[in-house]
């Protein structure tokens, strides 16, 4: 925790990434009124989303992958070299004044039981290894009331941000509804298919999603499992605590001007092999490379967290650290982990144990 | 989530706390000197303390147990409600400003993506469902240098806070060493042996204990097992939420008013049986009874916290939630989960998983 | 600061606030849509409001008032017992970790610099000693699209939240828009009139206005004055660090219950006068009584923040300290502060001077 | 306000000047035994300090300096884009969750009032414009028990850290204690005498301070004066919110990379001028340039927070906007400012009125 003093923040270049989908690309396929998406298979009162998926059968057999005994973290460290999406904050602080957080003293005994606190301030569900729950994205509509949408920001299943949006939580759909995930994990190492990390803006094909299958030698995702696809992307900001503070600026804004990630139809995929979660080890799931007009070979940017999150509630995980399940080649794991129940929070942190 | 604009707070009796534990009971058997506690078990550099005991082993025997496929989640809500020690917070907002926090827009198109995030604030190691690491309680020396102990606050393996401390987290024993708890979980329900929730100030004898173990016909911890011990006290704050606030607030002061707790020889027990964590669903597993002076019929308050995780390593994790387990009557679990990885963090907060 | 250690809140009483003034009162007299409010009087861009009225010549006769040399403070201080309407909070921190903050060490000397610093979180401009800025009360319109309204809140000048508001930061209105107060400011003291602090729930009249003005021997308002009404309610929170904390508790329930205040027909006055501000020393100018239904005697509850900020850009300073003015009889001062100019804020703490 | 969305940090360098402090240069002149600075001129219990130099006859003649009716607020304005020392943090963001933070509604009415609130999250009193209370700086004494001093760190007047800290505020010493700043003020405008804005490291001179005296035709500071010395160097970071992100953040990387600033022998006699405050426009008063090693001319670093603050309790106020008094040529005028009442804080931010 060496020369930790500097807050690290994300590059200019982000500031593009607005800029660019403001500019003019199309977001083609992904007409909120076109497609039917409402309600949830789970019914139009859900809000669990697809841990729904997971049965006690499934559970049983995840159990089952386990053969040596061995756990890997999937949560990346917090700290003040996290890099951040612009505007968000990570700080923590330990309260003292001089001193120990807490004094208790014992007469006639020369010492004392001390007690040290924290002080942690963050977008807690957003920053760093981040669930997003269902209260995270949203579908905005205007001008189809006579379709039956009255103007509004949706979540999952029609649910409304303006009738469940308070400044102290979001009704409804936050975090503290989605229960938890135990159940069988599958690692899409592109990694070692490609040998090496993969590049800014590289999109992740369903070609390429089915060679990683094949080259594991595991069957593809079934109901309610979490997969996982490892980039290699988070090197960039391992280890920043022990790199000099320019360089760990430097990769921050490098791990924010782009990443690769999953085309629209691995996404589609996915969502008919009804899993639970995807998670990978880059921020934001979907390809990009902020340097080029448009920023991504695909058009239809934002399909994967509306089309998984907001009409199937099939969750996101982003910022995982999946370096050690690739190393191991622990491509089946038990998947266990459930999200903070923070009532009306958008998200939560985790470090979700892989057991093989 | 109606009605949680307020902020509640705890009671003022304990301010009594630190008044009485200053007044002048004797802190009898856990003299740092007298006893030899340093280097730990596993060495003089070790930072883990009893995850340790865990071994891949005892994680497949763990997995084992699993026969129901069923899981519960150990964690209570996080809220604006949650019982609070004197002094610290807990803060959550939806950023916004009128509208979504985040908003992408897609040209040609009638609608937008968008996204909310939360700001929480809060002593995240220490409010709520909390896990205690190896950086929050410390053994205050003093005037002992003349038997090798600089004057100062000691953590586990004699670390001193005035070598490893920062504004801005506690260097070599924070919370990222932890690593994980992947074993055989145990519960003791007290609340089961004594048909109804223990009273304020009960404390838990060996007797008892051994008592649970008996009734539920399940063998003692062994090494590297979680210990669950269900008082029933955390009912006082659950379902806050749906409370008017003069009954949260009533109910949140008489939370924190004392607690029933295990007596120093269970603790002891429990070291002896090499476990990883005790876990209870009060705020601080020890017995109090603010009211009364000594608030304690026992004399060694501090015990349990200075031997077991200052001396041993053995952690603590305090506020569980252990009613499903109890009504499920599941006496041995999967315990599966790892604190967040915050780096210099004091705890870290928790939604573990017991599956059976 | 003894005993500081818990945080009070306030009474929930405050819920029956919301619960009351949703129930079926009429606010009489302020359809935004009867009467004529924009452009503001400084024309359609102004946002600065009714410092405008503040010039060179009154600034200069201002400072003229000044007779004694003395100067009161009018803020009062902010602390972990400061009551706090509900959902917000206030909360101090000291980073240490065991030590000072920060540490510079000069080779060849036995000593180091060593600094301080404070953490501190709260909506700053909402808690306390507290200056709305045009940006915090506003107008909610619906349904009133053929009168040339869009659907949306409506600060001072038709400013809309839906245009200016993000999630960092109220544009176009926020306070830094301000300027400075150094302008003539009188003190109504009610206190001196009635022979003690006012009740909950008493209603100023403009009866009570002008007799106040005729036993003080002083002036009516000018241009641009401050005007400082002092009802003694502060009191119930003076000197809450040095209660127990049961007291202070108490105290700031009753604080929090009701308050003396203005009728609407003083406001209106004052807006004839065209002066600056209004100042008071209770939390919120209007009257309430909590307990009743409907908890004011006047139905046109909002009137004075609708009228004086929204309508008129005229400030509101509320939780002033105005008890040495009073006890000095200082009825006529200088009146010296800026809001801070924090960038998008909704108002601002402050410790006036007042100087005569 | 635009693209305010990131937030910016300061650059590496400032890594440096700790380890180019730590490094090698001596700290001459102020050895805390050698000098006799306790108790001070006001007292052993005084714990206001230089405010008390300041009298009615002197606020009375202060101000008599206004001419012209005019004003300027010194204060910058606070926003994301603030320079920050390492470690610090500057958030505010708008609680809302898709709408306003606040809701009253009226029955029979199509409207609502409405309200907005902000969240602020800062080491409030050392960030931009702010202002150093006794309980920021320390000397750290070790050593020296037999000349009296027990190891630790000292404030003004001899507190002792160790014994007036808690997590929660400093006793004693903190921002609370100051009163007010009612004075005449005089302007040093290096940037006139010197035909521009200072250069990094540039060290003024008493000689300096006494040319641009005779130059504006001022008399020296009396007692009680607040001394203001203009260098340009704050305009780095002027209008940071209209540029763009990667020039704001250079600008202020160069900002934090060393500043212009006092001589020790200003300082000293400004000391024996009585004066209440010495007011910059930069972060630190104190000359450096930390791409050199040393990073300043001046062997004796911290002369002026060490004399002028804890020896003598004349207060600092750093990143003061001065560039429209030293454009109206205001060199004498009325400064009127108090502190936030922060209980236990080490300092304040602010917005001060310069009256001419």
Known sequence: ??????????????????AALMAGSTFAGNNPIDEKWWPSEFGPDDRAGATNYITPESRIAAASLIKQGKVALLGMPYHL???????RLLSITIPGGGGPTHNLAWSGESFRQTFMDELFTAQIGQVGTQFDALSHPMIRVEGREADGWKDGNYFYNRVRLEDVGTPYGIKDVGVENV?????????????????GNLAKGYVITLDDYKAALKAQ????AQQGNVVLIRTGWNDLWRGNLEKSQEQAIADNNEFNSGEPGVAPEVCDHLAERKISMIGMDNWGIEP????????????DWGHCHANLVTRRGIYIFENLDLKQVGEDKAYEVLFAWAPLKIVGATGSPGNPIAAY
Not at 1 to 18: D, G, K, Q, Y
Not at 288 to 299: E, H, L, N, R, V
């Open 1 to 18: 925790m060496r020369n930790i003093t500097a807050r690290l923040t994300v590059s200019a270049v982000a500031v593009l990434f607005l």
């Open 81 to 87: 070299r996290t890099p951040l999406f612009p505007g």
């Open 179 to 195: 229960g938890s995930f135990f159940t069988r994990g599958i690692l899409i190492d592109m990694v070692a298919l490609k040998g």
């Open 217 to 220: 030698g595991i069957d593809d």
């Open 288 to 299: 990009y490379d902020f340097a080029k007009i448009p920023p991504s070979q695909i058009t």
